[in-house]
């Protein structure tokens, strides 16, 4: 059994895409809807940056998204591989959950990117700039991390963001917060806290205004029937009805993203396989969760062939 995964923030790199676009009328067709969806050249900034233009996050998010897509689109079009035939579930870290749905028909692509200019924009407008913070927490476990935070929270925000996988767990909150935790991390048994280049404190409480833009969006652009079940960032349980999954991504805005817990869950469901679409992000921490897990990253044209020949 074969799950699809998707990457998240941080996944991004100018020249992203480029290779696919050059090769595949397949993936330059979603390029091309994308930026006509958001009525701006997003893959002239994939392509070519500037890089501080791609990494503002209302950019950052819909750019994976449809890199993503495009690997997939060039894997379905090219090799003849089907998702709903060869996976028998996705799932997405942060914005890639929305990856995931529009991969699985939840959402078309043109709706999928407005949501994460969308997510982007109110995500960075939650809290002024300079007021939050995030920090990776190297060498923790949640056990240890949730110590830490209440510990440095001192009547302020402090809270996990990110369980990624049991060597790294990401906090966010206030500034003062979490530059307090990410200076008391020894006392508390973890190797280092290093302070994330983010532009705003995400997956903690600070982003409720951020949540309530969201359920507006989601109200109007309701989740369609998907193809294959996904696992939810905020529970770690597979989902299959669209609006039990509308509900849980508001609540992926301010909650926590399961992704050590969710990876365990698809493993205990039968899965063997973990194929990364558009990114080398995911399959090393899968591997970390679970040394028996097979894990493949396709971002080339190379790696999609060799990936279509082994599974036929």
């Known amino acids: 059994m074969r799950a699809f995964v998707f990457p998240g923030q941080g996944s991004q790199k100018v020249g992203m895409g480029s290779e696919l676009s050059e090769a595949s009328p397949a993936a330059r067709a979603v390029f091309e809807e994308v930026d006509e969806a958001l009525s701006q050249k997003l893959s002239a900034i994939m392509r070519g940056g500037p890089e ?25 079009t090219e090799f003849g591989v089907s998702l709903a035939d060869k996976g ?4 997405g870290h942060s914005l890639g959950e929305y990856t995931a749905l529009c991969a699985v028909g939840a959402f078309g692509l043109s709706d999928t990117a407005k949501l994460l200019k969308l997510r982007g924009q109110a995500m960075q407008a939650a809290v002024p700039v300079g007021e939050g913070a995030m920090a990776a927490l190297l060498g923790a476990d949640v056990e240890k991390a949730s110590a830490l935070a209440a510990a440095a929270a001192d009547g302020e925000v402090c809270e996990i963001a990110n369980d990624n996988d049991p060597t ?27 302070l994330l280049p983010v532009s705003a404190p995400f997956h903690c409480s600070l982003m409720q205004p951020a949540a309530d833009r ?6 109007a652009t309701p989740p369609g029937t998907m193809s294959l079940p996904l696992f939810a960032n905020v529970t770690a349980a597979k989902v299959s009805d669209p609006d039990e999954e509308r509900a849980l991504l508001v609540e992926q805005v301010t909650g926590r993203v399961r992704w050590r817990e969710s990876v365990l869950a698809m493993r205990a469901d039968g899965i063997e396989q973990f194929v990364e679409l558009g990114g080398k992000v995911l399959a090393p921490m899968i591997g970390r969760i679970d040394k028996g897990a097979q894990t493949a990253s396709l971002i080339t044209m190379e790696d999609l062939e060799t990936f279509a020949k082994e599974i036929g």
């Open 52 to 76: 501080d233009q791609l990494t503002l996050t209302e950019n950052a998010q819909p750019a994976i998204m449809a890199n993503a897509i495009a690997t997939l689109r060039v894997l379905e």
């Open 88 to 91: 028998s579930c996705v799932a």
């Open 168 to 194: 790294q767990v990401v906090i966010s909150g206030h500034k003062g917060a979490v530059e307090r935790a990410a200076a008391m991390v020894k006392d508390h048994g973890i190797k280092r806290g290093i």
């Open 214 to 219: 969201m359920a507006e969006a989601l109200a």
